[in-house]
């Protein structure tokens, strides 16, 4: 049976409750750390456990937390980035609504351990009736004396405060999400310096994705050592992968690290396979932004060996012939799915989230969109898949935040593994724009 | 529609909310207040007139143009009138791959309306979002903080049938 950190308790009834999460061992980590632990040794197992950050930049997180500056008389803060928009993640939202307490929770051990008497949640606008629950879980907390002044005797002070976004992509941009929290627009900043030394309000500031804090009661009570001991290599513990598209049961999955691609998209535990009827055509393993996968590059690697759900092997191959671990937005195309209009698709969407602030991104991303949707509609040229490819290019890298990244990705690689599927809609528009028509050659190869 | 009373004062009940909500951040950060803030007043006025951001900077002691360029910059906030019901729908990949295309263009027929319009009785406007963080349960549109998930004509049928009544 496999480990589940995040998900055991997750379907007991009435588990968002206070008394309920308490009777299930809750709130323990904190007793533990803020009874027992220095501040310092609480770090110390978030290192051990090798956890990497959950968001989908994969940074491990005790390190981030090293870094933090611990200047005199300086407030230090914790933000939880609940700013989860990537197209394809849902794990954090079905996380925070179905068992708030847990990243309640790891917020107050996060905090203790990096000195922060005021740390933020700050949740994507759309979530309201999320952040109500979660208000409703601190609130409950802080009766029951784990939040607020003097925890448990101890003298350590924390607020809670969960904050709302206003629909925008960006704000999941570390800096751009403090800006946010600011009340400005959400522009992500120009590093250095990093939060770590210059954040919130100009002070340092650790900015950590939900699924990686609410690990954080765990690592406590059972130890870093442990939560390494999970999953394989450098990929230790347990990942939320939030599986949608063609399959057999879309959902929120919590899988030990090392796990098998095919385990996972055809076994009953997990997605069941794809939807009857219907074969594979293509992955995007860890949502939108990461390189989509054809066939046969999924459950296996270019070597042959068996692709597995973790950070190494998914990026087995690097961007020839790999993708990435990113969020685990794992989203299944069947035969059915059209590879342009998809890219085209996303294409919209990061042109609509682009901040504006770097010309390549701005200008780029909505180049990359007219030039889908022309050939998506029938009115491409060969010459267009050519000006994609190096219209990605020349953001790739030339931006403030990983935004142009995350747009050029998804199209080159699409074009890498489906270039027929974008010739066929140049060289046989009337075909191709009829409606429901598939290139069915690729997947066939 | 709703039309923004003169002189724009926010419910006493709101008000109380909009000063807690400013003593949660530190001493002369007021101004991190302003995202929720626009949401208590979108809540009120249904929407977000300029009468209104100059209200919203006054209680947070910013310039009027702090505002609006927080108010223009995020999507969540309706800068024009819309009707009593905004269907905020999901447009994006996930969404589009479990038949999202098929029923969003039933549901644009069905009401008569394209994205950025309003019903001629006032009761539905159509606004399309990008992904909203439910791509399992797609296809996907909101409604204020209502979810509606796994949605087919029939389920249209009846959500847009109950908000009528």
């Known amino acids: 049976m496999a480990t589940k950190i995040l998900t055991e308790h997750i379907n007991v009834p009435g588990i968002e409750t206070f008394e309920v999460y308490r009777k299930q061992g809750g709130y323990a980590a904190v007793e533990k750390a803020i009874k027992t632990m220095s501040s310092e040794e609480v770090v110390e197992e978030a290192k051990k456990s090798g956890i990497r950050g959950r968001g989908g930049a994969g940074f491990p997180m005790g390190m981030k937390w090293g870094f933090l500056a611990k200047p005199e008389g300086v407030p230090r803060y914790l933000v939880c980035n609940a700013d989860e928009s990537e197209p394809g993640t849902f794990k954090d939202h079905h996380l925070m609504k179905s068992i708030p307490h847990l990243l309640i929770e790891g917020m107050i051990v996060s905090s203790y351990a990096l000195g922060a008497n005021k740390s933020f949640i700050y949740v994507r606008g759309e979530l309201m009736y999320v952040i109500r629950i979660l208000e409703k879980a601190i609130e409950e907390a802080k009766v029951n004396g784990f939040l607020g002044k003097n925890i448990l005797g101890s003298g350590y002070d924390l607020e809670l405060v969960v904050q709302s976004g206003g629909g925008a992509y960006i704000c999941g941009e570390e800096t751009a999400l403090l800006e946010s929290l600011e009340g400005k627009r959400g522009n992500p900043r120009n590093k250095p310096p990093f939060p770590a030394v210059k954040g919130l309000y100009q002070s340092p500031t650790v900015v950590n994705n939900v699924e990686s804090i609410a690990n954080m009661p765990w690592v406590i009570n059972h130890g870093g050592d442990a939560y390494a001991a999970i999953g394989i290599g450098r990929s230790t513990g347990t990942k939320l992968i939030s599986a949608s598209g063609h399959i057999q049961k879309p959902g929120v999955y919590e899988i030990e690290l090392g796990l098998g691609v095919d385990e996972f998209l055809n076994s009953d535990e997990y997605c069941g396979g794809i939807r009857k009827g219907h074969y594979l055509k293509a992955l995007v393993a860890g949502g939108s932004s990461v390189p989509i996968l054809p066939a046969h590059l999924i459950t296996k690697t270019a070597a042959g060996e068996d692709r597995l759900m973790s950070y190494e092997s998914l990026s087995d191959g690097g961007f020839a012939t790999g993708t990435m671990m990113g969020s685990g937005g794992f989203i299944v195309f069947d035969e059915t799915a059209c590879i342009v209009r998809n890219t085209w698709n996303f294409s919209r969407f990061y042109h609509h989230e682009s901040c504006g602030q770097c010309s390549p991104c701005r200008e780029g991303t909505g180049w990359m969109e007219k030039v889908l949707h022309r050939i998506e509609h029938g009115h491409g040229s060969l010459h267009d898949i050519d000006l994609l490819v190096d219209v990605a290019k020349k953001i790739e890298g030339n931006t403030i935040c990983p935004l142009g990244d995350a747009a050029a990705w998804p199209i080159a690689s699409a074009i890498r593994h489906f270039r027929e599927e974008f010739e066929w809609h140049i060289n046989s528009p009337k075909e191709a724009t009829q409606p429901g028509a598939v290139f069915m050659g690729a997947v066939l190869a | ?165």
């Open chain 2, 1 to 165: 529609m709703t039309e923004t009373p003169n002189p724009v004062a926010f419910t006493p009940e709101r008000l109380a909310k909009v000063k807690e909500v400013i003593t949660r951040y530190p001493e002369g950060r007021q101004k991190s207040a302003l995202l929720p803030v626009l949401h208590i007043a979108q809540e009120q006025w249904g929407w977000v007139s300029s009468e209104v951001m100059d209200y919203v900077a006054e209680i947070l002691s910013i310039e009027p143009v702090e505002v609006y360029e927080v108010a223009s910059f995020y999507t969540m906030y309706h800068l024009d009138p819309v009707g009593k019901h905004v269907i905020e729908y999901c447009r994006t990949g996930p969404c589009c791959l479990m038949g999202g295309e098929e029923i969003y263009d039933y549901l644009k027929q069905k009401l008569g309306i394209q994205a950025g319009e309003t019903t001629a009785d006032g009761l539905f406007t159509i606004k399309e979002v990008e992904c909203l963080a439910a791509c399992g349960w797609g296809p996907v549109f909101q409604i204020r903080e209502q979810f509606y998930m796994n949605l087919t004509r029939e389920r249209v049928d009846e959500i847009i049938e109950e908000l009528s009544k």
